[in-house]
């Protein structure tokens, strides 16, 4: 174990294309040798959006509790997943569920906070609408931080994939829980947005979003897969 509190190495960086590996290298291997800061902003932004959620969480059954606040079970998501590879214990359906919420949560919020943002800015400060923002955008740069210590194994993929889709469906589409838990937004259903109206605004970026990561999941897994056999085919993962 380093003086940073982690006992594995760092992974080398994989020659994938910028579109699945936007963070520049030198900023990938910052960030996993500061590994446990990171778990620690990640936790405290967890208690932060339950606190956020409280009332929520008031108003729905405990049963839907842990289909309410999307976003801080994200951040704990990611927290554990880098917890467990820095304690050499990586688990790669914590990786499939961290790279799912963060990329999900972190750009449906700033979309609902941009479609909505008048009325947000009715009940929130500046300071807060901005900081929403910006850490919601963090979550999806966080992400990206995921492929150096995750294979996205086919299995994983389909567990983080049927997770959100029960929680998008719980969202959105069901309200079996007295009613749909979807994060509180500040406008009326039926308002017009958009051409459409404000619920399916909502909901139509909550279903590109579930789907997207798939797509980021499997692409990494892929192309990892490519570069490792034009290297001579050492260390393929299996499906």
Known sequence: MDPRGHRTPEPE??????????LPDRLEAFAL??????????????AFGFWYYRVQLSNTPIAGWPFV????????????ALALWALDRRNEYLNALAFYGNIKLGLWTPWVLAVFADQFLQINPIPMYAFLFVSHLGMVAQAFLLHR???????????????????LTFDFFYPVFGGFTHTWFPAAPNDPYLGTTAFLAAAWAA??????????????????????MDDGGSDIPRL
């Open 69 to 80: 606040p999307d976003s801080p079970l994200a951040t704990l998501f990611i927290a554990l």
């Open 149 to 167: 210590i995750s294979e996205f194994p086919t299995e994983a993929v389909g567990v983080a994939l049927a997770w959100y889709t029960v929680d």
């Open 207 to 228: 279903v590109i979003l579930t789907v997207l990561p798939t797509f980021f999941a499997l692409a990494t897994r892929a192309k990892k897969l490519e570069v490792r």
């Open 33 to 46: 040798r500061w590994v446990w800061v990171i778990v620690g902003i990640n936790l405290l932004g967890t």
């Open 13 to 22: 960086p994989e020659s994938l294309p910028r579109w699945l590996a936007p």
